[in-house]
Every structure is written in structure tokens, then in C-alpha cells.
């Protein structure tokens, strides 16, 4: 469970953190928002999708297609892919709106993540003799706020999209030893839409740098091969030790490209 409370002087002053040894905290998510700056990184990694959130889209990373689970995520904690999402990278921390502040943000951290301890215990300082930030603090603090900077431009880039009428469903079919699963909910990049596009229109996604995100989301659909997959490959703890398990996993699975024209993705 993740309980981000605001960090405070009252509440963390006698305590200290420690950065996470793996990311197990993960392992629930299928779906993790990310930002234009780490588009093609992420392209290269895993799917990219929009995902529809009250009457908006956003641009999201996929890391599964079942519900609460991360094929990203290997035995021990293990990251799988050659890029780890910047939403996961500051934790325990996170930066969330402040409340009442529309375009404030201020630092969290998941106060369940059991990483924090006591002052006595090693870990890192949340504070300086000042009262600000630590010196352990303030790197990750500058990097959640540039991440949430770029967030703000994802999103006008992702409403031009929206907006262009060029966003689409994505039906993709699971295709199991049991029975075939239409996964919804998801939406691509049309790119016949895109091509056709007039010039005005075409002029405003490039003025708002909505063209990267689109051609971006396109390349990134090769990667559905990645997540089929992993999931064939996690699905092996069942029948085999974890070690061997590991053994079997591969340094990177960049080279694994290729996606069905029909968008079914075979699960045996």
C-alpha cells in the first residue's frame, strides 16, 4: 500500500530514509505515467499508450497486461528493461500537488515503504542544520521537480494530440491456452489520421511539441512482443527455482521487436 504524506520538519526531523535496494515496490503496477523527456527512452524499452482519465488522456508506459502485475519486474526486485521509468525513480519520495495549490507541488514520501528509520539507525538525513533539505535530499528533490516541470509539458502535447483528433482505441487481443481476452481501455497514435493532417494542423503539434509524442507511441507498439514475452517467462517460477528463473532472463530485452498486424499477443 502507498500512504505519501507531506514531509515536514514536525513529522520527519527525528527520523532518516533510505533508498529503495529493488523495486518490488512495483510489482502492482501495470500501467506508469511518463514524461515527453523520456519518451524514447521508454520506446525502446516497453509499449507506450493513453490511457483516458476523466475526459483526458496520458501518456503512459506499460508494463503488463493484467491487472496488478509488473512483468517489468523480475525475482529479487529485478528491473527487466533497460530503462526505469522517471515516476520510480525518486522513491520513497514523490512530489503531489499541494492541497489547494493548483501548480504547487511539494515533496511526499510513502511513509509504508519501510524506508524510513529511526535517527539512530543509518540511513540519510531528511534535513540540514538550517532546516532545509539535506544534502542527500536535495539532488532527488531538483530531479522531481525538473520531472514535474516536463509533466506539465506532456500534457499540452498530449491534449494537441487529443485535440487534433488523431488518439484512437487500441484493441489488443490476449490470446490464452483457454480463451482469447480483448484487453480495452487503451489508445495509439492513428497514424493514417496523422498523415493526413493539414497543414495548420500539422503546424500545431509541431509548435507544441506533440509531434515526438506521436511518433514516439508509434515506434514503442513493437514492444508489445516484449511484454508477451516476459510473461511467458515469469510464468516459469511456477515450474522452476527462482535462481534458475533468473538465469534464463536477459541482460536486455531490447532486441525483442516485433508486433502481430492483428495486435494478438499469444499467452501459452
Same mark, same amino acid.
Request: charged content about 25%; aromatic content about 8%.
Given at each position: 500500500?502507498?500512504?505519501?504524506? @507531506?514531509?515536514?520538519?514536525?513529522? #520527519?526531523?527525528?527520523?532518516?530514509?533510505?533508498?529503495?535496494?529493488?523495486?518490488?515496490?512495483?510489482?502492482?503496477?501495470?500501467? *506508469?505515467?511518463?514524461?515527453?523527456?523520456?519518451?524514447?527512452?521508454?520506446?525502446?524499452?516497453?509499449?507506450?499508450?493513453?490511457?483516458? #482519465?476523466?475526459?483526458? %488522456?496520458?501518456?503512459?508506459?506499460?508494463?503488463?497486461?493484467?491487472?496488478?502485475?509488473?512483468?517489468?519486474?523480475?525475482?529479487?526486485?529485478?528491473? $527487466?528493461?533497460?530503462?526505469?521509468?522517471?515516476?520510480?525513480?525518486?522513491? @520513497?519520495?514523490?512530489?503531489?500537488?499541494?492541497?489547494?495549490?493548483?501548480?504547487?507541488?511539494?515533496?511526499?514520501?510513502?511513509?509504508?515503504?519501510?524506508?524510513?528509520?529511526?535517527?539512530?539507525?543509518?540511513?540519510?538525513?531528511?534535513?540540514?542544520?538550517?532546516?532545509? @533539505?539535506?544534502?542527500?535530499?536535495?539532488?532527488?528533490? =531538483?530531479?522531481?521537480? +525538473?520531472? +514535474?516541470?516536463?509533466?506539465?509539458? &506532456?500534457?499540452?502535447?498530449?491534449?494537441?494530440?487529443?485535440?487534433?483528433?488523431?488518439?484512437?482505441?487500441?484493441?489488443?487481443? $490476449?490470446?490464452?491456452?483457454?480463451?482469447?481476452?480483448?484487453? &480495452?481501455?487503451?489508445?495509439?497514435?492513428?497514424?493514417?489520421?496523422?498523415?493526413?493532417?493539414?497543414? =495548420?494542423?500539422?503546424?500545431?503539434?509541431?509548435?507544441?511539441?506533440?509531434? @515526438?509524442?506521436? %511518433?514516439?507511441?508509434?515506434?514503442?507498439?513493437?514492444?508489445?512482443? *516484449?511484454? +508477451? %514475452?516476459?510473461?511467458?517467462?515469469?510464468?516459469?517460477?511456477?515450474?522452476?527455482?527462482?535462481?534458475?528463473?533468473?538465469?534464463?532472463?536477459?541482460?536486455?530485452?531490447?532486441?525483442?521487436?516485433?508486433?502481430?498486424?492483428?495486435? &494478438? *499477443?499469444?499467452?501459452?
Amino acid at each position: 500500500m502507498v500512504q505519501f504524506v @507531506p514531509v515536514s520538519r514536525e513529522r #520527519h526531523s527525528g527520523k532518516k530514509w533510505r533508498l529503495a535496494d529493488s523495486y518490488s515496490f512495483t510489482a502492482r503496477d501495470a500501467l *506508469v505515467p511518463i514524461v515527453a523527456a523520456e519518451l524514447f527512452r521508454v520506446a525502446l524499452a516497453m509499449p507506450i499508450a493513453f490511457v483516458e #482519465h476523466s475526459g483526458r %488522456y496520458q501518456l503512459m508506459a506499460m508494463l503488463s497486461f493484467t491487472p496488478g502485475r509488473n512483468m517489468m519486474v523480475g525475482p529479487g526486485g529485478r528491473w $527487466l528493461g533497460s530503462h526505469i521509468p522517471a515516476w520510480y525513480r525518486g522513491y @520513497p519520495f514523490h512530489l503531489l500537488p499541494r492541497e489547494g495549490g493548483a501548480d504547487e507541488a511539494i515533496l511526499c514520501i510513502d511513509e509504508d515503504s519501510k524506508l524510513i528509520v529511526d535517527g539512530v539507525d543509518a540511513g540519510e538525513d531528511f534535513f540540514d542544520a538550517d532546516g532545509g @533539505p539535506s544534502q542527500a535530499v536535495r539532488p532527488i528533490l =531538483d530531479m522531481l521537480s +525538473e520531472i +514535474e516541470r516536463n509533466r506539465k509539458a &506532456t500534457r499540452l502535447a498530449v491534449s494537441a494530440l487529443s485535440e487534433a483528433g488523431i488518439i484512437q482505441p487500441w484493441p489488443i487481443k $490476449l490470446k490464452t491456452a483457454q480463451a482469447e481476452q480483448a484487453i &480495452t481501455g487503451l489508445h495509439r497514435i492513428d497514424e493514417t489520421a496523422l498523415n493526413k493532417l493539414g497543414d =495548420d494542423a500539422f503546424l500545431k503539434l509541431r509548435k507544441t511539441a506533440a509531434l @515526438p509524442l506521436a %511518433y514516439g507511441q508509434l515506434l514503442s507498439m513493437g514492444q508489445v512482443r *516484449v511484454l +508477451e %514475452y516476459l510473461a511467458k517467462l515469469q510464468a516459469a517460477p511456477a515450474q522452476k527455482p527462482a535462481q534458475n528463473v533468473l538465469a534464463m532472463l536477459p541482460e536486455s530485452i531490447d532486441s525483442l521487436f516485433g508486433m502481430a498486424e492483428d495486435d &494478438t *499477443v499469444k499467452f501459452k
